[in-house]
């Protein structure tokens, strides 16, 4: 692989546009805003063809630290549905790669781009490439001992987009919470190296290499270990974003998913995330 990338430059949405779609999807009945956010232009009209009746906005946000206490689960219920992980599961992919020495010391697969460049711009061709060397069989076993939902790679191709691998909200939670407690049956070096890829030097970067926040942005504490993730699939968005954060002696790991209809706003979920861990005061 040889691919080549440039970070972009930050780019913020106004200030009345952010401010309503925090409230939007901060709240139960987010179907009911769907027109508000069309005519803002964070949802995109439908493309010709689509479904005359597209899936409502539905929202999944989890918090807890890494003893595991669930502090803030919003809303109160709903976070078991499974959903393509996109890019999040590059997490797993890297973890289970690192312990199968398939991605070499210098964190590359074949001799191409590095880990920590895969994981920041979601490459989807490292990704492919470590499939193809792993083979979707043993990859498979490997998220079967991560846990990482229905484990499921048959479909081939890129089974984390919008293929068979499936994961709900509570999955992602447990996932993040035994990586960050050194819980998971890798070895510590595979999770080290992760751990530091994951590290933002400078920016939080977006699935597909758009920046959509600076790491000094949030006050206090370490900067942010952060990795989100975006398919498009039938007539249904799906939006990601996972983390932890470090708050002095304590460390929080958060989840944030967000489905609604093609078009959704690619930065729905970093919205919601931002919105809830200030709420929380972690942020």
């Known amino acids: 692989m040889n691919a080549s990338h440039e970070r972009a430059v930050p780019v913020r949405a106004p200030r009345s546009a952010t401010i309503l779609v925090r409230a939007a999807l901060a709240a139960l009945c987010l179907a009911a805003f769907a027109p508000t956010l069309a005519a ?66 210098s964190g590359r697969v074949s001799g191409g781009e590095r880990l920590d460049q895969a994981l920041a711009y979601s490459s989807s061709g490292y990704f492919r490439d470590l499939d193809r060397e792993m083979g979707s069989a043993r990859m498979g076993e490997y998220l079967s001992r991560f846990n990482y939902g229905n484990a499921d790679t048959r479909s081939g191709g890129e089974y984390w987009n919008g293929g068979s691998l499936q994961i709900s909200p509570n999955e992602q939670m447990r996932f993040l919470q035994r990586l960050f407690d050194n819980q998971l049956p890798v070895s510590r070096q595979a999770v080290a190296s992760v751990r530091e890829s994951l590290q933002p030097q400078g920016f939080i970067i977006a699935s597909r290499g758009r920046v959509i926040a600076h790491s000094g942005s949030m006050a206090g504490g370490e900067p942010p270990m952060v990795k989100t993730g975006e398919v498009d699939t039938g007539a249904e968005s799906v939006r990601w974003q996972v983390g932890t954060l470090t708050r002095g002696s304590r460390t929080f790991v958060y989840v944030s998913c967000v489905t609604g209809p093609v078009g959704l706003a690619q930065n729905a979920a970093a919205i919601v995330a931002d919105h809830e861990l200030r709420n929380a005061g972690v942020q």
Request: proline letters at 14%.
């Open 40 to 105: 803002q232009g964070l949802v995109r009209p439908l493309p010709p063809g689509a479904s005359p009746q597209p899936p409502p906005i539905q929202v999944c946000f989890l918090l807890a630290d890494t003893n595991g206490i669930e502090l803030r689960r919003q809303p109160a219920n709903g976070c078991d549905r499974r959903v393509s992980p996109g890019a999040t599961y590059e997490i797993a992919a890297a973890l289970a790669g690192l312990d199968a020495s398939v991605v070499r010391n």
